[in-house]
């Protein structure tokens, strides 16, 4: 579970005198809302103060002040998204992150209480969160997306509680018939396209590519069995020409390196095929054409394979 923390705004004085100090840092989520909620709201007049304070000299402790005093709004504006099955501990934390951001940017002089100026950014680090914690795959970049998402849900919950009064309502609630897809579109500014497009994605759910072993040990089977195509996996292409390579081209710069009769004991042993299949010479035969025992021989073998083995290797 996240940790939420409040910022330590320093004691001045008891702490019955000053209220900011009553609220050590806290782990507990119903601890942490009950200590916001009884923190004391400012007025108009201690707004501008400490937002002038900060915005001229830079006052952390002004900023403390603002922060803590608009903390309940967080907290109020994170119980709208609780419908995304994210936790609210982060839902919160995430909104103190557009609190502060509001509070860094506020400008007293344009006569808005911090609490509106405020909502837009505490929503604004919620959907951000939203969007990428929601699912392994982003389902909103643009705009218009992002619209369709945090309000597609809400409208059809709207368009469920009207077929529920209409007895010749269609049994297929879960899906938006063409007249509710069109209003959408229209309510939305987007095009029903888009709306279509939208209610599509979040209806279809997560699948795990990998899946976990099963209860024998073994790897499961999953969509990553048939979906991986080694043919043209990277490094098994890199592996394959460099093997066809070596098999050809390599082969033949490795005999060359070769002398005259280390070369001829190769070739009819390894490399030679007689049209009935049967492979080169024997080594008691090539001991009879060099003049020389069939131990000889295989000495000489053994050691050319070492000489093109090592050849092979400096060309990888």
């Given at each position: 579970m996240t940790t939420l923390t409040l910022p330590n705004i320093g004691a001045e004085g008891s702490s019955l005198a000053n209220p900011w100090s009553l609220v050590p840092p806290l782990g507990n989520l119903d601890a942490y809302i009950s200590a916001v909620n009884r923190l004391p709201m400012l007025t108009l007049e201690q707004e501008q103060q400490y937002a002038r304070l900060l915005q001229q000299t830079n006052d952390l402790d002004a900023a403390g002040k603002l922060i803590m005093s608009h903390l309940r709004l967080v907290v109020s504006v994170s119980r709208q998204y609780l419908g995304y099955g994210l936790p609210h501990a982060d839902l919160i934390?995430?909104?103190?992150?557009?609190?502060?951001k509001a509070v860094r940017r506020f400008d007293p002089n344009q006569g808005v209480r911090l609490v509106s100026y405020a909502m837009h950014w505490i929503k604004a680090e919620i959907h951000e969160y939203i969007l990428r914690n929601w699912r392994m795959v982003k389902v909103a970049t643009t705009k218009a997306q992002r619209k369709l998402f945090f309000n597609l849900r809400s409208m059809k919950q709207g368009f469920?509680?009207?077929?529920?009064?209409n007895t010749d309502a269609p049994t297929h609630k879960d899906c938006l018939t063409e007249a509710q897809i069109d209003a959408m579109a229209k309510e939305l500014n987007v095009k029903r396209e888009e709306v279509i497009e939208m209610e599509t994605r979040m209806s279809g759910g997560d699948v795990i590519l990998d899946p976990a072993p099963n209860d024998d040990g073994e790897d499961a089977y999953g969509p990553i069995s048939y979906l991986t195509d080694l043919n043209n996996e990277p490094t098994a292409v890199i592996e394959s020409h460099q093997r066809d390579y070596l098999s050809s081209d390599g082969i033949a710069m490795a005999l060359n390196a070769l002398d005259a009769r280390s070369r001829?004991?190769?070739e009819e042993r390894w490399l030679k095929v007689n049209d009935d299949g049967s492979g080169g010479m024997t080594l008691h035969d090539l001991a009879a054409e060099f003049g020389v025992s069939a131990e000889r021989v295989r000495q000489i073998e053994a050691a050319a394979m070492k000489k093109m083995k090592l050849s092979l290797a400096e060309m990888a």
């Open positions: 934390q995430e909104g103190n992150i557009g609190l502060m469920k509680s009207d077929e529920g009064s001829k004991i190769v």
